[in-house]
């Protein structure tokens, strides 16, 4: 697994400089970036070379199967929301752990997708069209659910770490993230649910253009998760400047959040 690379005193400086430049923007300067494009292009370079479903996982799934749900996951990889602290990789872990339950309840498609620094270095790390458990006889279900669920949260917890893109330099491409998201292919014909987990804090290229209206629901979460953690209200404004562009970029069912989500809480805009 990769360990979070150690910062010099002049790469700390850097990025905290930045960051607090890109927490106090203002919503309305954001929003002013949206609207009025600065004809950024911004294309990503998805690799295949790791797409594939554990190995581990497809052999206690049923392959043919079929799923009406996807359930796409980004993670913000960069080494401030998930390297640097132990309390972010904990929170990231938790996230996966449940994503994953989920996606196993309810039998769906699962994609992972880790992004850093640029578009062009986010990659699907894992790609599982099903994962609804095999299993011969309904008193063996529940513990063969269990026991999938276990091995799917060690197997994509460990390929989401090894995923993780070198970090060239201070800045994250979360709208990247997002356009890795909606490049990449339907895995079901059925409803489709997007989870992003990063801290929102980015670079500033808002304009870039990126269609999310395929998706049913969209949820960011973990805004404001830094160290040192900035304010409610800069937090508060954050999580609305990213509401407004998930929406204005065709997100549906948008839910926002500083904290975990839950996949029980209904998605509600």
């Not at 300067?29 to 009025?36: D, E, H, N, R, V």
């Not at 063969?144 to 800045?171: E, F, I, S, T």
């Not at 900035?230 to 998930?246: G, K, Q, S």
Request: hydrophobic share 45%; proline share 5%; net charge neutral.
């Amino acid at each position: 697994m990769h360990s979070a690379q150690p910062k010099s005193q002049l790469k700390y400086t850097r990025r905290s400089t930045w960051r607090l430049h890109v927490l106090l923007l203002t919503p309305l300067t954001l929003l002013s970036l949206i609207l009025g494009g600065c004809g950024t292009t911004v294309i990503a370079n998805i690799s295949g070379t790791e797409t594939q479903c554990p190995e581990a996982v497809q052999q206690l799934v049923d392959s043919q199967a079929t799923s009406d749900l996807e359930i796409s996951l980004v993670v913000d990889g960069s080494g401030s929301f998930m390297g640097d602290r132990a309390a972010s990789g904990a929170f990231v872990a938790q996230q996966i752990a449940l994503t994953v339950d989920h996606a196993v309840d309810k039998s769906a498609a699962l994609r992972v997708i880790v992004f850093g620094g640029s578009a062009g270095n986010a990659r699907t790390v894992v790609e599982c069209p099903i994962m609804a458990v095999r299993h011969r006889n309904e008193a063996a279900l529940p513990a063969k659910l269990a026991y999938l669920k276990q091995v799917a949260r060690d197997q994509v917890w460990l390929v989401v770490r090894n995923g993780r893109p070198a970090m060239a330099r201070p800045g994250t491409s979360v709208v990247g993230g997002y356009v890795a998201l909606a490049d990449a292919a339907p895995l079901t014909a059925g409803r489709r649910e997007g989870l992003m987990l990063s801290d929102g804090i980015a670079i500033p290229e808002m304009a870039v253009s990126v269609d999310l209206s395929s998706f049913d629901s969209i949820a960011m979460c973990g805004v404001g998760q830094t160290e040192p953690p900035p304010n409610t209200p800069e937090v508060d404004r954050l999580a609305h400047t990213w509401r407004a562009w998930l929406t204005l970029h065709g997100a549906q069912q948008v839910v926002v959040s500083s904290q975990g989500y839950s996949w029980k809480v209904k998605v509600a805009s």
